[in-house]
């Protein structure tokens, strides 16, 4: 696991955190859990700082699902608003989704009506970037609603899957990489 700011030792100690677990989701996979992560304060203290530092936004919009909870965290600390981007079917009024491709089939994310306003800068988190089908999405998301996408920023880069180059043109920060 490299920590990309490596004169951050909260995170580095936050990175120690994160834990292997092998053959999950299915044999011969590698799955790296934040969850430990996240459930230590002063780590999830140290995660949050670091996503949110030296961007200019106006809203955090959190990718289901953990980025709901990373994104809430964000905001509050920058003092925003935070915006869900949700799976089909959880929400009573939809301005906008997009549909997407993933590893293993295709999949939608939804925008709440009446809560992203046009010309905003928005801080798109998320937790991993692997192939970069939902953080695509979710910027794709944020730009059919009339607003910029001030940046995307995630805990964990999966840098074998090469999300981060089909997404070309965004600035990504993430934390971790492997």
């Known amino acids: 696991m490299q920590v990309v700011d490596q004169t951050d030792s909260a995170l580095r100690a936050a990175a120690e955190l994160v834990r292997e ?15 430990p992560m996240l459930a230590d304060g002063p780590a999830l203290a140290a995660v949050v700082g670091a996503l949110g530092r030296d961007f200019r936004f106006d809203v955090v919009a959190g990718v289901e699902a953990r980025g709901f909870l990373l994104g809430a965290a964000v905001a509050q600390a920058a003092g925003t608003g935070v915006i869900g981007l949700r799976k089909p079917g959880k929400l009573p009024e939809v301005a906008d989704r997009v549909d997407y491709t993933l590893e293993y089939g295709r999949a939608t994310l939804e925008l709440p009506a009446g809560t992203l306003r046009a010309g905003q800068r928005v801080l798109v988190v998320d937790d991993v970037l692997a192939t970069g089908g939902t953080l695509g999405a979710a ?40």
């Open 139 to 178: 910027c794709r998301l944020v730009r059919q609603a009339g607003s910029d996408v001030a940046a995307a920023a995630v805990v964990l880069e999966l840098t074998a899957l090469e999300g981060r180059d089909k997404i070309a043109g965004e600035e990504i920060r993430a934390l971790l990489s492997v």
């Open 21 to 35: 677990v092998p053959d999950f989701p299915e044999p011969g996979v590698l799955f790296r859990d934040i969850s």
